[in-house]
């Protein structure tokens, strides 16, 4: 299973604004944090805050935070709203589909991958190697972690 960067980038995001659950960010400073376009970014963060993942206030003191603790935002919940698509192989294009034992086991593999997701918030995935926000602020203090 390999996702989309559609999903990698709105995981990267929830991990930045984790690291700093009481300050509001901007999505340049995300961009520039990871190497990665702001433009990109920015329809992920703007879908990200319509479905309720993240808050964004505009103006000068304004940009997004996560709209929950980072407890409360389950991965498997966050990847099941940005894929558009979990058929491991077309199946349903292959005329022996509704006879195969194959098509069963990959339901039964995605079921399972989806289901090791399920078991994980924001919260654990923040805590699970330990600090990196060093790796994301440079010098600054680690203060910020959640965890």
């Given at each position: 299973?390999?996702l989309t960067r559609y999903s990698d980038y709105a995981m990267r995001v929830l991990l930045?604004?984790?690291?700093?659950?009481?300050?509001?960010?901007?999505?340049?400073?995300?961009?520039?944090?990871?190497?990665?376009?702001?433009?990109?970014?920015?329809?992920?963060?703007?879908?990200?805050?319509?479905?309720?993942?993240?808050?964004?206030?505009?103006?000068?003191?304004?940009?997004?935070?996560?709209?929950?603790?980072?407890?409360?935002?389950?991965?498997?919940?966050?990847?099941?709203?940005?894929?558009?698509?979990?058929d491991l192989v077309g199946c349903g294009s292959c005329i022996i589909a509704p006879a195969c034992g194959l098509t069963s086991v990959f339901d039964e593999?995605?079921?399972?991958?989806?289901?090791?997701?399920?078991?994980?918030?924001?919260?654990?995935?923040?805590?699970?190697?330990?600090?990196?926000?060093?790796?994301?602020?440079?010098?600054?203090?680690?203060?910020?972690?959640?965890?």
């Amino acid at each position: 299973m390999r996702l989309t960067r559609y999903s990698d980038y709105a995981m990267r995001v929830l991990l930045y604004l984790g690291c700093r659950p009481e300050q509001a960010c901007s999505i340049a400073e995300i961009s520039k944090a990871y190497g990665i376009s702001q433009n990109h970014l920015m329809k992920v963060v703007s879908d990200l805050v319509g479905s309720g993942f993240l808050t964004s206030v505009r103006g000068r003191k304004g940009g997004i935070r996560l709209a929950r603790s980072p407890a409360e935002i389950n991965v498997g919940a966050l990847i099941r709203h940005t894929e558009d698509d979990f058929d491991l192989v077309g199946c349903g294009s292959c005329i022996i589909a509704p006879a195969c034992g194959l098509t069963s086991v990959f339901d039964e593999a995605l079921t399972a991958f989806l289901s090791v997701l399920d078991s994980y918030s924001l919260a654990d995935i923040l805590a699970r190697k330990g600090d990196f926000s060093h790796l994301l602020f440079g010098q600054e203090k680690s203060e910020y972690l959640v965890g």
